[in-house]
């Protein structure tokens, strides 16, 4: 591999003929990449406009939501609280919110802060409760709701802002400041993030900031919506950025923990535990504490460090490669787009692989009809909807939100299919206990949906 100062050589044509076509198959209005190295914005351009109606162009200062990006910032605040020695992850969270009960779990101090941060606490997907103001209606929302336990703290990974945003509750705690005020001045405003915010009236006052859109189907327009006040998923979503500030955070990481005006913002060490994998979510790719890692990347040595995010006018994915010392942001102001597929590509064109390089590649099973149908079945989530595993034909298919996509299988637990530049996979889990010959679960867009009846 070439270094990153190579960069800024590269020609960048293919990839943004690549970026154009992407935008107009997928109907996104606006969107923004940039590349860094530890010292320098190597990359930087806007992709068509901030807002339909006035034609405006997106500029790299253009603001957009980051939606779960925010997820690393929350995890670099809580690291600097280690790094004062004022917890650890190992910590169990009663130790730090001691009213915190999760339903079905008979031992509390099993729950610890790395599960927070890594989506293994065992709570299912939950309906989702922007209406819950305060971390304290937070906690009773979680110790009375209905819902049914996945496991045992770390055996199972199931997305879960439900219990992400304690994080939040724990940085109030232990720094006696609002969440929000601390991570604006001990994060955002100690890293030079200017334009970069937690505040949608602050986000009102200022300039070149784009309009969240989702795109109607049905009727091909997109239609304008507004910025999500979220509550207390502020903890996991909340951060509003352009990609130009995501450089000066992305060089935390590249710098060892310091900002690129020189602000000491979080330990070298610390930074190696936010990226130690701690759950495998994919075939090469880990969970680790807001972030995610694929080692070995395309066979080299390097790897792929990262974290996507969703939300309504929200489609966004930022990471870095340290071996490489690069980092990159995309984002994008509309809902259920391949933000992450772009940034892929952008990773690529920096290093010097083929644009169209995948993180992994599934291969095709001849799996036997009968285990096939085996998978067939509808499957429930609380927060990210339902699912239907169909079987037409001795094919299986996927339908969810009006959409169906064939699927095939990769092994005996691995069904994919080909969705948003990128392929998409399901991964099976059986109770050998209770019903050996079909799934109790699946995992999709990295949450757990439980068979329906289970």
Known sequence: ????????????????EYVDQVMKEDHIVGAAVAIANGKEVLYAKGFGVKNVASGEPVTPGTIFGCASVSKSFTAVA??????QSKLSVDD?????IPEFRLIGEEDMDDVKVRHLLSHTTGLPPMRRREDVTGFEKHVEYLATEQYELLGEPGEYFSYANDAFLLNGFIIQRLSGQLYRRYMTGHVLDAIGMNRSTYNLEELQKLSDVSTPYVYNKKTGQHEEKPWPVLGTYEVGGGVRSCVVDLMKYGQVYLNGGVAAGGQGIVSRKGLEKM???VYQVGR???YCLGLQVTPGYAGKGITLVEHGGGQPGVSSNFGFVPEEGITVAVLTNVTGVP??????????????????TKRSVETEWNAPPEHLAKLAGAYVSAEDGNIAILMEDGALKLKMADEEFPLKASDERTLFFEAMGQQQVLRFYFDEKKDADKPWAVLAHSRMHRR???
């Open 284 to 286: 090469k790719t880990h």
């Open 275 to 277: 990226r130690r994998p």
């Open 92 to 96: 169990p969270v009663v130790k730090h």
């Open 78 to 83: 809580i690291t600097q609280l280690a790094d």
């Open 452 to 454: 329906a009846g289970q």
């Open 339 to 356: 933000a992450g597929a772009i940034w892929l590509a952008a990773v690529n064109t920096a290093v010097g692989l083929p644009l169209d």
């Open 1 to 16: 591999m070439e270094s990153a100062d190579k960069t800024t050589l590269r020609d960048w044509t293919a990839f943004e």
